[in-house]
């Protein structure tokens, strides 16, 4: 494919442009080169730990300039998802209270504490998950019937030295303990893509599913959510799939790369 072409690029964040608090080399002049042909890129991240101003700094600390509308989070998509099929309804929130921020700001009526009157509950990638959070959402999906919703399916999250488990691997335990598995926001579905394709195609005319591209490091969620979107797929390996995931899963990107140095070179 003629790179060239591509006008909006979707970047997943951890594993891809850095890990844990690491920035890879060619991250900062990947995306001056983009911004320098006068194209747009867009960070889409799964990780529902942090609020997009949150991002915001986490990336200014790298030496990343950002503002809110750079960002298509999970997060966002939950917030969104809930306030569109569930608004009104009292959730209790197993996430960040960074997430929980995010979520109030949406109109979302978030609890912290067990209570009879919960009417939902919301699973995020906790970074600062307790047992008893674990002990209430247990209760509450074996006591009552009520949606059960989480922002992201990633089993992990790539750190410096490895992985640690995300959003999926809690919910994971949450099965065992009562049977019961969430409805999964952000990716692998194409609400992120095209809402991003939607917003940007306003600016720039030629953005359209054969001229965006989404980047990461996961088969199983950004290139899953690329092939659902019906938009070009790049895999890099600087993160958690390998060749080996590739060859067993049935949902193939549509190019591999070592990491995105390759793609500085090739959108060069």
């Given at each position: 494919m003629d790179f060239s072409k591509i006008r909006l690029f979707l970047f997943d964040m951890d594993g891809t442009l850095y890990l844990g608090n690491d920035l890879f080399p060619f991250t900062k002049?990947?995306?001056?080169?983009?911004?320098r042909q006068g194209k747009t890129y867009l960070f889409m991240t799964n990780n529902s730990s942090k609020s997009v101003n949150d991002y915001v700094k986490k990336l200014d600390r790298l030496g990343i300039p950002a503002v809110y509308d750079d960002f298509i989070t999970s997060s966002q998509a939950t917030a969104d998802y809930l306030m569109a099929n569930h608004p009104g309804l009292r959730f209790y929130v197993c996430g960040t209270e960074s997430f929980k921020t995010e979520l109030r700001h949406a109109g979302v009526i978030v609890c912290d504490t067990y209570s009879e009157d919960i009417e939902g509950i919301v699973m995020g990638y906790d970074t600062e998950l307790t047992y008893q959070k674990l002990d209430d959402v247990s209760k509450l999906l074996t006591l009552k019937d009520i949606p059960y919703i989480a922002a992201n399916p990633d089993f992990v999250c790539p750190t410096e030295y490895g992985y640690v488990p995300d959003c999926g691997s809690v919910c994971g335990m949450i099965?065992?303990?009562?049977?019961?598995?969430?409805?999964?926001?952000?990716?692998p579905r194409p609400e992120m893509p095209l809402t991003a394709m939607a917003r940007i195609s306003k600016k720039d005319p030629l953005v359209c599913k054969d001229t965006t591209l989404v980047v990461g490091d996961r088969v199983y969620t950004d290139i899953a959510c690329g092939v659902h979107a019906g938009i070009h797929s790049l895999l890099v390996l600087s993160g958690e799939s390998t060749m080996e995931d590739v060859?067993?899963?049935?949902?193939?990107?549509?190019?591999?790369?070592?990491?995105?140095?390759?793609?500085?070179?090739?959108?060069?």
């Open positions: 002049p990947m995306l001056d080169e983009i911004k099965y065992n303990a009562t049977g019961k598995n969430p409805h999964y926001i952000g990716k060859e067993k899963s049935d949902v193939k990107p549509e190019f591999i790369m070592r990491d995105c140095s390759e793609l500085l070179e090739k959108i060069k």
